[in-house]
């Protein structure tokens, strides 16, 4: 399973940085760089059985912190 | 056509992709399954225990049957069973003993053994509604005896026995519905807490070396357990109080003569009436339509009077018929009309009152039964050539 | 500045936000077991309620003609404050991705293909959805009326062949639950599908027509929708009568029990079909949304790089969101309304409110200046 998320991430990086790299737009590598990153990090993580915190559920609990639930 | 490494890079991608969406992770090949037919559960010998029967169809030996001189002694079908705690359960041990898997989206009958219905069936049905290949439309049965010998019984005209026994509802449905029963209707009965199911019930007849399957009759439901049956006359009662009656005849008896009458039609209206305390009076106005098929004596009597007779006697024999079922349900204490479920619906606010005490309610229940009776036809004939 | 490019018809407009609301038929196990056989009292009152909503969001464009949500956001609170909204709105509409794919995968996982891992199949999904975002709104929306006719003809399909197990009496008894189930179902109703329209003021600017003639479409895609979920949940009571409120998928075992011209039966594949369908249409129109609103967010020329990573982001994420089915369906029921309503209802009512303040003190500066003069 990890074999393959890595070659998913590799083909990623094969089918979009030359087309990156050539337009020079530095914002655009950034939030591409931070996409890449974190979607990698998680699977690979998620891949190792570890629990990732979910940011929904922690909504969930703030609005039933606040006593804001049927 | 661009040379590099983007384009090679994405036809192997396409290509994965390509053999990752044909679903071969759940490839079903026919060779592979065995077809469950009907599903039979018993009460084992050891306490605590169920025998759990299934018809399994051979699909080889049903479909080329045009060979002349040749004589096919294999039985078109085969029974497997297997002992657990649950259903769940013995449908593992049935799938580590064979070498096919068990396919049980075709499956048409669940049968239960009579001592298993005594037991109660609660926990099957909450087994049977999570299991993700049974469907709701099954037929329900209960067995007199046990399940296995029903699903053993081969019968004359049927290669599975499974699919005669879904015709043999499906001719018995022609005459009334209650000898239908699905797994939808009787769990429909089961949530509802002041209501009960009765399913029909199918023995396994030996006569010298024949066997043959008879459907007679209805088992009584109430709160998952079987606690009683209705017999084949009570069951008529049954089907005229809901009305739910589409052919079939009527013996009326006036002393000395007799006669067959065929029902053409039937309609039943249930009214809930209540007395100045709340407490409940259940009328129901009963209209059948018959056909005169046979007249048995009434020598020198003419038509109108016969026919007059006739309507009067038919009402009594309904009535009799229907009150003697009710009765039964009295005594059984087992609401199987729906006339809890009925004030429930129309009278809700009315119903919460009686909610928890329909248990004492029920058994002295009041019915005032209104039976209009009309003589449409005479068949071919209207004079008998006795008269003469 | 636009960052997309094509302009799509009214009718188009119109008939994707049926399609989008009708995807969610499926989700219809979440508040059946509230309200049960009344259930369809509550989703006609949610429909209903939610015809002001869709006033004020044709308003909200028409107040700002040209532009979509996140520019609208910039406009009426400032560059700084405007982008903190519209992150706000990015977050949501990611998230709702991922709550899709999420429902999606359950339900091929538990239907159809029950050995495949759910992973597998959420990947080929996005992917899916990522060649039709790459070509832009006018592919994304090009087949929703297409989709709606086939859903509306296996629609009717279903309808007849569950004619022989219709029992009025399913209906029956009418108004017997308490009153904060009918509240509550209200609630759900009018946030989970109808109020996640607000996504389509990202793509008011691309429609083919004066922005003043907006509401129409709106409302008639509202009613579209809603009418169709409706006679879904007519149907499924109809059948199933008190057993409604028990299965996880009532529509799935509806269409199970019908059978056409007795031979034709065990059509839960087509229920199947038709719930992929609609459900890509529903996903790949969010996806799409969400990788404009986080361009236009972050001010970039164009979002197609993004595509792949971000594709990646939301099957990750939709995994992590809900590890269980059971936590998804609690909060479905209970916080994610209240969530919902602060995001679809609470933000653009603000913007709006906003808005004229800022153009009455315009208008009172102005006349002030008139007057100095």
């Not at chain 3, 609609?278 to 967010?297: G, P, R």
Request: glycine share 6%; proline share 3%; aromatic share 10%.
């Amino acid at each position: 399973m990890i074999v393959v998320i890595l070659l998913a991430f590799a083909a990623m990086l094969v089918l979009n940085l030359p087309s990156l790299i050539k337009n020079r737009d530095f914002k655009l590598i950034a939030v591409y760089c931070l996409f890449y990153a974190a979607s990698l990090l998680f699977s690979l993580l998620l891949a190792f059985n570890v629990k990732v915190p979910s940011p929904i559920i922690f909504v969930d609990n703030l609005f039933r912190a606040i006593r804001l639930s049927h | 056509m661009k040379t590099g490494l983007r384009p090679a890079a994405a036809a192997a991608a396409t290509a994965l992709l390509l053999l990752i969406s044909s679903g071969c992770y759940d490839i079903v090949e026919l060779d592979t399954i065995s077809i469950v037919t009907g599903v039979g559960i018993d009460r084992d010998e050891k306490p605590g225990l169920i025998r759990l029967t299934v018809q399994v169809g051979k699909a080889e030996t049903v479909g080329g049957g045009g060979e002349t001189g040749k004589e096919i002694s294999e039985k078109a079908y085969l029974v497997l069973d297997a002992t657990d705690r649950s259903i769940v359960g013995a449908l593992d041990s049935l799938r580590q003993d064979n070498s096919r898997t068990l396919f049980l989206h075709h499956n048409q009958l669940i049968i239960f053994g009579e001592s298993h219905a005594k037991d109660g069936i609660a926990d099957d049905i909450d087994a049977l509604m999570r299991y993700h290949q049974s469907h709701m439309n099954v037929y329900m049965l209960v067995a007199e005896g046990n399940a296995r010998e029903v699903l053993d019984t081969e019968m004359e005209l049927e290669k599975i026995p499974s699919v005669g026994i879904d015709r043999m509802i499906k001719n018995k449905m022609e005459i009334s519905k209650v000898y239908s029963v699905s797994l939808l209707e009787l769990v429909s009965k089961l949530i509802d807490k002041s209501s009960a199911a009765a399913v029909p019930i199918i023995k396994s007849i030996k006569e010298k070396d024949l066997s043959r399957l008879s459907m007679q009759g209805l088992a009584v439901f109430k709160n998952g357990r079987m606690v009683g049956k209705l017999s084949e006359n009570q069951t008529n009662g049954y089907a005229w109080m809901l009305g739910e009656i589409k052919s079939g005849s009527l013996k009326v008896n006036t002393g000395k003569d007799s006669a067959e009458l065929n029902i053409s039609a039937c309609e039943s209206k249930v009214k809930a009436v209540f007395d100045k305390n709340g407490m409940p009076k259940i009328q129901v106005d009963i209209n059948g339509r018959f056909i005169v098929e046979q007249l048995i004596g009434f020598e020198g009597q003419p038509l109108e009077e016969v026919i007059g007779l006739l309507n009067k006697v038919a009402a009594d024999t309904v009535k009799q018929v229907v009150l003697s079922c009710f009765k039964q349900t009295q005594r059984l204490n087992a609401d199987i009309f729906g006339f809890g479920f009925h004030i429930h619906k129309y009278h809700s606010r009315k119903w919460k009152a009686l909610e928890g005490r329909w248990e004492q309610i029920y058994p002295s229940l009041e019915l005032a039964l209104n039976i209009q009776t009309e003589i449409l036809d005479t068949g071919k004939i209207s004079i008998s050539p006795k008269t003469a | 500045m636009t960052i997309e490019h094509s302009k799509i018809s009214a009718g188009q407009f119109m008939f994707s936000i049926a399609c989008f609301l009708h995807s969610s038929s499926l989700l219809t196990s979440f508040f059946v077991p509230i309200t049960k056989q009344d259930s369809w009292i509550a989703h006609t009152i949610a429909m209903i309620l939610c015809i002001p909503l869709m006033i004020l969001y044709a308003q909200l464009a028409k107040s700002h003609p040209g532009l979509n949500l996140i520019q609208i956001n910039e406009a009426v609170f400032g560059k700084v404050f405007g982008k903190i909204i519209s992150l706000f709105y990015v977050w949501f509409f990611f998230t709702l991705v991922s709550l899709n794919m999420r429902d999606l995968g359950n339900f091929v996982s538990k239907t159809t293909m029950i050995k495949t891992p759910m992973p597998i199949i959420i990947i080929l999904f996005i992917l899916l959805c990522v060649w039709s975002a790459y070509y832009g709104l006018e592919v994304v929306t090009r087949y929703s009326t297409v989709f709606l006719i086939i859903s509306a003809v296996i629609l009717l399909i279903s309808i007849i062949a569950i004619t022989g197990l219709i029992n009025p009496e399913n209906f029956l008894p009418v108004f017997d639950l308490p009153i904060k189930n009918y509240i509550q179902v209200t609630h759900i109703c009018s946030t989970i599908p109808f109020g996640e329209t607000v996504i389509f003021l990202m793509i008011t600017p691309y429609v083919d027509k004066s922005q003043k003639k907006l509401l129409r479409y709106f409302v008639g895609g509202l009613l579209i929708g809603g009418i169709l979920i409706l006679l879904v949940m007519l149907r499924d009571i109809a059948v199933l009568g008190n057993t409604i409120g028990y299965f996880s998928l009532p529509s799935f075992e509806a269409f199970r029990l019908g059978i056409l011209f007795q031979t034709i039966s065990h059509m839960e594949i087509m229920f199947s079909i038709l719930l992929i369908i609609l459900l890509y249409f529903k996903i790949s129109f969010l996806f799409y949304a969400s990788m404009l609103s986080l361009s236009q967010t972050l001010e970039l020329k164009t979002y197609r790089p993004l595509l792949l990573p971000c594709a990646a982001f939301v099957a990750v994420y939709s995994i992590i969101n809900y590890q269980n089915i059971l936590i998804q369906i609690k909060a479905a029921q209970e916080t994610i309304p209240f969530l919902w309503f602060t995001l679809e209802i609470l933000l653009p009512a603000l913007t709006l409110a906003v808005h004229y303040i800022k153009k009455s003190a315009a208008k009172k500066g102005n006349g002030k200046e008139a007057a100095l003069r």
